[in-house]
C-alpha cells in the first residue's frame, strides 16, 4: 500500500480528515523550505504538496506567482524541487510528498527521467495541472509503474465524462477546485462544495481533497465535513510574504495548528451526531 493510501485510511480509521498545505519549493529560500516542511507536520499536515517553481504557471493566481518568481529568482525549477524533496525525506519518511506543477519542465527533463529522478527522491504523487486526463495515460502509466500516484484536478466545470475518466485513472486522491478561476481567487461558497461532493463519490473511488479559498481554520473546518481532506496553499504562502523571516517558521506552524485543531473539533462533532442517528 502506498503512504497515500496508508495516509487516507488510517485517517477514515481515526474517524479525521486529511490537511494538506500547499508549499513553492525554494520560497522564500531554499534553506527554509525544509524546516518550513518539518513546521507543517509538526502542526498536524498529514500529506505536503511541493509545488515546482515554473515561468509560466496558468492556473495560479498573484499571490502563487509571485512565490514562484521568487523561487526561480532563487534558482529554483524541478532538479531544486526533487532536491528539497530527498533532503527532507533523511529526516522524514513518513510523511507523504506530492509534487504539483506543469507539464513543460517534465517534458524537458523527459518522462522516464523525471520518472526515475521522482522515484529517487521518494515521491509519492504527481500532479501536473495542464496535462489533461484524456491525453496523459501513458504518463500515469509511467508514474504507477515506480509506484507513485498520479493526481488530478477536478473543478466545478469538469463534465460527467471528464469525472468519468479521472474516476478510472486517478489513484492517491484527487483534487476537487473549489473555485473557477485561479488559485487565491473568488469566495468560497460552501453550500456548493457540500452539493457536488456527493456526485463526485458516485464516480471517484479515492479520496477528495478540496482546494482553493481555504482561508482560515473556520472555511478549513467547514470543507472538511465534507471533503476527506483540505488543501491550503494561497494563505499559506501570504503568511510567508507578511512575516519576518525569523518568525516565519513558527507563524506557519501556528497558522497550520490553528486549521488543524479546527478541522478535528468540526469533525469529530459531526462524528458524533452520526453516531447518534446510527443508534
Known sequence: MSRLASCFAALQQAGRKGLIPFLTA???APELTIPLMHAMVAAGADIIELGVPFSDPMADGPTIQRSTQRAIANGGGLRQTLALAQEFRRTDARTPLVLMGYANPIEAMGVDAFTRAARAADIDGVLVVDYPPEECEAFAAA???????????LAPTSTLQRIARIGQIASG??????????????????????ARIPRLREQVRVPIGVGFGIRDAQSAAAVAQVADAVVVGSRIIEEIERTPR??????????????RQAIDVATAGRAAHENRRAR
Open 26 to 28: 525554494g520560497d522564500p
Open 173 to 194: 486522491y484527487v483534487y476537487y477546485v473549489s473555485l473557477k478561476g485561479t488559485t487565491g481567487a473568488g469566495h468560497l461558497d460552501v453550500s456548493d462544495v457540500v
Open 246 to 259: 525569523e518568525r516565519l517558521v513558527e507563524a506557519v506552524r501556528t497558522l497550520l495548528t490553528d486549521m
Open 143 to 153: 508514474l504507477r509503474a515506480v509506484q507513485i500516484d498520479p493526481i488530478f484536478l
